[in-house]
């Protein structure tokens, strides 16, 4: 079974508008750490935001924004003011512990996101 | 800045020519990764360090080995590239905190774009 899910393999947002990357995830561990990374066509991949399971309050770093919905186990990235330079891969992942202390995370598919002018 | 430096951006090797891609990295972290990921995926893991400790996933060829001479260089063998080998590798690194904390996030260097001829 997938341990996080990005339903959405594609994407699209006229500039200046909000979009919203969705991200279910499947775990049984009480503390796990979400992450978003977005990926340009040039392949580097670059950390956004982070959300802790036991953080009550939403995380959000300047546009980025996510929207975590603990009993429904999703953890949504919500861009705001869409720009052109927005247009990427958006990979939603998860790290859970695991036996030795050594935190692996496990990325989704994926979401491509294309910004309109 | 510190950072994750990966050389080459691209290679280019023949079917079956052994092929070795280098990481190094000046953030003085614990973990290093490396993924791979094919077009259009999510990076997949193949091995990780934890200091000197080095973990494979349970689906990594044996064609792919790693080396880990020292805290900032890590690199990924490959002995016998196929065709099948063809893809973007991205090493990675993380700071690992005490559990109940997982909020670091990796670091990813800009990829090295493998082609096999």
């Known amino acids: 079974a997938q341990k996080i899910t990005q339903t959405q393999p594609g994407m699209f947002v006229q500039e200046k508008e909000a979009v919203t990357l969705d991200c279910t995830y499947d775990t049984s561990d009480q503390s796990y750490g979400l992450f978003w990374y977005k990926q340009p066509s040039s392949g580097e991949m670059i950390f956004l935001i982070y959300?802790?399971?036991?953080?009550?309050q939403n995380a959000t770093e300047g546009r980025y924004s996510l929207n975590f919905q603990k009993a429904r186990k999703s953890a949504n990235l919500v861009i705001s003011a869409s720009q052109l330079g927005d247009s990427a891969m958006y990979f939603c992942?998860?790290?859970?512990?695991?036996?030795?202390?050594?935190?692996?995370?496990?990325f989704g598919r994926g979401t491509s996101l294309i910004v309109h002018p | 800045d510190a950072m994750v430096i990966q050389n080459p951006r691209y290679q280019v090797t023949q079917f079956g020519k052994p092929v070795t891609l280098s990481c190094s990295q000046t953030l003085n972290h614990n973990v290093m990764y490396w993924y791979q990921q094919k077009s259009s995926q999510a990076p997949k893991l193949l091995f990780h360090?934890?200091?000197?400790?080095?973990?494979n996933e349970a689906d990594t060829p044996d064609n792919f080995q790693s080396r880990r001479p020292n805290t900032s260089f890590c690199f990924l063998d490959i002995r016998s590239p196929g065709l099948g080998d063809a893809a973007m590798y991205l090493c990675a690194t993380s700071r690992l905190r005490d559990l109940g904390s997982g909020n670091q996030p990796q670091h990813f260097g800009d990829g090295t774009r493998l082609s096999i001829l």
């Open positions: 959300q802790g399971s036991y953080d009550e």
């Open positions: 360090y934890y200091d000197k400790d080095f973990n």
């Open positions: 992942a998860m790290r859970e512990g695991r036996a030795g202390g050594s935190y692996i995370p496990t």
